[in-house]
């Protein structure tokens, strides 16, 4: 039950910012994942002194608090299991400083991915690791999943942006931890441990990040494959034979059936297409990286083989790609596209062998399943299609799940590529990292002592997510 002061947090951040009542708390109550769960209250603090106080409250009377950006996490990271305050860290979304001297730029945890971008774009320099979701992913969410996206591949992810971050401990103490400066040798790296600790360490109030030159020329092609399995070869020998594509995205057959019935795009009716992109300030430099990519594609049976520099052409051969997410709803009207195993990262040269299991597993749970992504930076993305309303599909995909995560770590993959672990994958995370469970509740005790920081996550996430957390699904008997 409830037992937070209202009055007390409305005296901190003014009575604007506190809601409680209901349709508030629901929408607050879930993410991009399958669970749900009520929190008692939303707090939107605006400045560093505001998290503070909400702090010490907070952890003078053992209150869970759940710092949330958009709520874009498709794990229920965010999902405030243990009730509590959500933090609404969106009222902090100020750019406080583009350091062009120093390339760096400083940044409150709400400002969102896209706004940052068109900020340093009239400068010459962009951001790099965005997700697919930049259009609503906040700097400070991003930075506790360790977000990546399509051009991380060359660039990176979050963890490689980032110089340094303030944060407010667990019992409401501000530490300053990395540098601005581009290189550090003095001491642990304490910044990199709130990378992501998905709001469990430590609360982020500001964070220093690193931009790079926008590239003059931008090459984006795309090749067909009859065979899922040319494609992943193709995936490994681009990497292993040192091209350095700035982006290289696989999209399997059911992800393509999806995308032509919801966007009309007519993709060719194939196993798998690989889209990828060169970069850089020398036209003949992308024309280099460009061919060797082709020619990789093409010596593993890669066909129908375009390339464009034209930013509409670029746009119209990644539309697909860009809207697949929404677009697996239509794959079949009967089915709800659930983020469930939904993505993992493996070897480069398990990458086609990986995508077939996930195809095998989902034939036998009579579940259907697609396999796309980054592949690029060792990315697989799934996604769970069923009938969201039987529970014996929900017992199949949990089923799935558990098997498609123990191929997983039996060919040295890992649990999370960019996603995270919330709820959803704590069990195949629990597996994975079973000897270093203990050593990460240590260190989250001296970040957080009382265990107030979204607790019950990550290490302390329930072994059985289907009959231990709510589903915002309504599941018929
Ligand atoms: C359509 C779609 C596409 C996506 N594509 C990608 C993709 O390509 N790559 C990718 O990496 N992810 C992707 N995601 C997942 C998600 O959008 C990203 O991980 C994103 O970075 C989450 O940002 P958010 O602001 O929504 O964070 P939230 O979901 O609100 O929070 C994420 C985690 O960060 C913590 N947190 C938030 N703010 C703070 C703070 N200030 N201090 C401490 N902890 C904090 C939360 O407690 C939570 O654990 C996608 C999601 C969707 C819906």
Not at 157 to 186: F, H, P, Q
Request: charged share 25%; hydrophobic share 40%; glycine share 8%.
């Amino acid at each position: 039950m409830s037992t937070v002061d209202a009055a007390i947090l409305k005296e901190i951040v003014g009575e604007n910012n506190v809601r409680d009542n209901e349709a508030d708390l629901y929408v607050y109550g879930s993410d991009s994942s399958v669970h749900e769960a009520m929190p008692w209250i939303i707090v939107r603090p605006e400045n560093t002194e505001q998290v503070q106080a909400i702090l010490r409250y907070a952890n003078t009377d053992k209150i869970p608090v759940i710092p949330r950006g958009s709520g874009s996490g498709m794990c229920g990271q965010v999902v405030p299991i243990r009730g509590g305050i959500v933090l609404d860290m969106k009222g902090m979304n100020r750019i406080l400083d583009i350091n062009l001297k120093d390339a760096y730029c400083l940044v409150e945890p709400g400002v969102i991915d896209d706004d940052l971008n068109r900020a340093l774009k009239p400068h010459g320099f962009f951001y790099p690791p965005t997700p697919a979701s930049s259009r609503i992913a906040t700097i400070g969410g991003e930075i506790a999943n360790n977000a990546s996206g399509t051009r991380s591949v060359k660039y990176g992810a979050v963890r490689d942006s980032l110089l340094g971050l303030k944060a407010v401990l667990g019992n409401a103490e501000l530490v300053s931890l990395g540098t601005t400066t581009r290189v550090s040798a003095s001491g642990y790296p304490l910044e990199r441990l709130l990378v992501g600790s998905e709001g469990t360490l430590a609360i982020i109030v500001e964070a220093a990040m690193r931009f790079v030159p926008i590239p003059e020329f931008r090459c984006l092609g795309i090749a067909k494959f009859d065979k899922l399995a040319d494609a992943g070869d193709a995936i490994s020998e681009i990497i292993s034979s040192g091209c350095q594509p700035s982006m290289l995205e696989l999209v399997d057959k059911v992800a393509i059936t999806a995308v032509n019935k919801s966007m009309g795009l007519d993709l060719p009716d194939v196993e798998a297409i690989l889209i990828f992109e060169a970069d850089g300030m020398v036209k003949q430099a992308v024309d280099y990286e460009i061919d060797k990519v082709k020619a990789v594609c093409e010596k593993n049976h890669g066909f129908g083989i375009e390339v464009s520099y034209e930013e509409k052409e670029r746009t119209k051969i990644f539309a697909g790609r860009k809207k697949l997410f929404p677009a697996l709803s239509k794959y079949d009207e009967f089915l709800s596209s659930t983020a469930l195993a939904d993505d993992m990262a493996v070897p480069f040269s398990k990458m086609a062998e990986t995508a077939n299991k996930i195809h095998e597993v989902a034939d036998k749970y009579g579940i259907v399943m697609t396999a796309y992504g980054h592949c690029g930076s060792g990315c697989m993305h799934t996604k769970i299609l069923m009938d969201t309303t039987k529970g014996e599909q929900w017992e199949a995909a949990q089923k799935a799940v558990i098997e498609i995560y123990e191929y997983v770590r039996s060919i040295g993959g890992t649990t999370s590529a960019e996603h995270g672990i919330g709820l959803s994958k704590a069990p195949a995370f629990k597996k994975e990292k079973e000897s270093t469970l203990e050593l990460m509740r240590s260190i989250k005790r001296v970040f957080d002592p009382n265990d107030i920081l979204n607790p019950g996550k990550l290490m302390d996430a329930p072994d059985d997510w289907l009959t231990a957390t709510h589903l915002r699904y309504k599941v018929g008997e």
